[in-house]
């Protein structure tokens, strides 16, 4: 089939509007829909991906995130995302294996630092954990998830100065 680059353009604009706006599932649709226009696209792979996982279907943004590693797109937000599909999914030595790439390819990559962060929480190496998540708060100083989960990290490790810190921070932000 031909490349309609355009017309992907357009569904993808539209894609775009609807997947910031939390029409995830909408979103989805209207990138697979401009796949089928350029089929060798790895950016409208990733888009849907993306809306698959934010709408809630892990298993099936597993697959897109790989049809766009195989179309060429090898980036950290790639690794950090289907990292996190499959920790949704509870395969969580893929998960590893994916953020790990992530980090190998952008080192101060503050998603990744924090998804990492939970899978370590999530096995109970809280002091990993606790690391993660300072290393994201430091990249996104404003980033009241990662604050949050440095504050539970901390209360788990009986660190109850700086869960207390974060704590502050977190009324910070939220105010």
Known sequence: MPKDTGRAQALADRGLDLLLSGEHKAAATLFAEARTCDPQSPELAFNQALA?????????AIRIFTEAEVLGD???DLYCNRGLARLDSGLVAQAEQ???QALA???NHPETLNNFGVLRFQQERYAE???LF???TQIRPDWYDAWYNLRDCCLELGL???ATAAERTLSSLSG
């Open 74 to 76: 090898h980036s950290a």
């Open 98 to 100: 994916d953020f790990t």
């Open 52 to 60: 698959l996982l934010r709408s809630a279907n892990p298993a099936a």
């Open 160 to 162: 109850s100065a700086e």
């Open 134 to 136: 300072r290393h994201a």
């Open 129 to 131: 954990a606790a690391d």
């Open 105 to 107: 390819l952008q080192a």
